[in-house]
């Protein structure tokens, strides 16, 4: 086990470069679907609910090879690693329009009826009063989005990303090694997922606490 840790080390900073790079690029996406979701244009709301049931009613590995062999049928051939954040994205950003879309709602109309006597449009009342508040009340639910992804990561390995898992079979095929690198490999997600989400705890904590308007 000592032998192969750090082959297994490299490969799970692969895992949480992709995972870490969906998890960002689909709260961008998922926060500006999130808004047009809540004050956007109803013409829009069949487009975004339609594409959060494609991606909460097919499974995840069906996305990856979607992503694997339709690009390049499209004539976009891009690197495994970029498949593979690709397929996240795809995936998360369905799911993160539904974290969004519910901490938004959940801030009181009377901050919106304020923003209103003020002379504000929607969308700046959105921007200025409503998401600031509602941001708080996004952080654990990104948190398990983040753990949720470094997870979905392993389906990865159907595609050959050289992530964890991928790293794992790859030694199990050569060593015939199978306790000892699956027990390795099992440990280094749950560390992993932990640290995660001590992180966010503290992030939720220091900086989105407050008392008399200063971080405590």
């Known amino acids: 086990m000592g032998e192969i840790l750090p082959r297994l080390l490299r490969a799970l900073a692969t895992t949480i470069q992709i995972s870490v790079l969906a998890l960002l690029l689909g709260t961008v996406f998922g926060l500006l679907l999130g808004i047009a979701r809540v004050i956007g244009p109803r013409l829009f709301y069949p487009v975004i609910d339609g594409y959060i049931f494609v991606v909460r009613s097919t499974p995840f590995a069906l996305q990856v090879y979607a992503a694997f062999f339709l690009l390049p049928r499209a004539?976009?051939?891009?690197?495994?690693?970029?498949?593979g954040v690709?397929?996240?994205?795809?995936?998360?950003?369905g799911y993160q329009i539904e974290i969004v879309r519910p901490a938004l709602e959940s801030v009181d109309k009377e901050q919106r009826e304020a923003a209103d006597s003020l002379g504000m449009t929607r969308w700046l009342a959105m921007w200025l009063v409503i998401l600031p508040q509602a941001a708080r009340r996004m952080v654990p639910p990104l948190t398990n989005e983040l753990a949720n992804l470094v997870k979905a990561s392993s389906v990865l390995s159907v595609i050959a990303v050289y992530e964890l898992t991928r790293a794992g079979h790859a030694i199990?095929?050569?060593?015939y090694k199978f306790a000892e690198v699956l027990i390795l490999v099992a440990a280094l997600y749950f560390v992993t997922i932990q640290l995660l989400s001590w992180g966010a705890a503290y992030l939720e904590r220091r900086i989105f606490t407050y008392r008399s308007g200063q971080p405590i």
């Open 75 to 83: 004539g976009i051939d891009l690197p495994l690693f970029v498949v």
């Open 86 to 93: 690709l397929a996240l994205l795809f995936n998360s950003v």
């Open 172 to 175: 199990i095929a050569s060593s």
